[in-house]
């Protein structure tokens, strides 16, 4: 069975720092390229950044210079999202989304208080 958990969100002021996690299990997608997408209330859920297999990285235009996505594919693939200079507006719940398939995470939480 496939599970996309992801981990780390909180409440943190503006200017601070939160790290996502995301582990995929029940199948390999150490080839596919995975991604974080977030989700403000009344938004559309829009890109944040994704990662391929061979380390390319795409961030959307919001988060550039501000955070950063990594991955490990020991074991399971996991893929993180360094957060840092975190603003009000970053508020969302973050989801993990393995790209061109249907799975997605559960989501993760973040707020930001100015």
């Known amino acids: 069975q496939v599970q996309l958990v992801e981990s780390g969100g909180g409440w943190v002021q503006a200017g601070g720092s939160l790290r996502l996690s995301c582990v995929a299990s029940g199948s390999s997608f150490r080839f596919n390229p995975i991604g974080w997408y977030r989700q403000a209330p009344g938004n559309q859920r829009e890109l944040v950044a994704f990662i391929t297999n061979g380390g390319a990285i795409t961030y959307g235009d919001p988060v550039k210079g501000r955070f950063t996505i990594s991955r490990d594919n020991d074991k399971n693939t996991t893929v993180y999202l360094q957060m840092n200079t975190l603003k009000p507006e970053d508020t969302a719940v973050y989801y993990c989304?393995?790209?061109?398939?249907?799975?997605w995470g559960k989501g993760t939480l973040v707020t930001v208080s100015s």
């Open positions: 989304h393995v790209q061109y398939t249907n799975y």
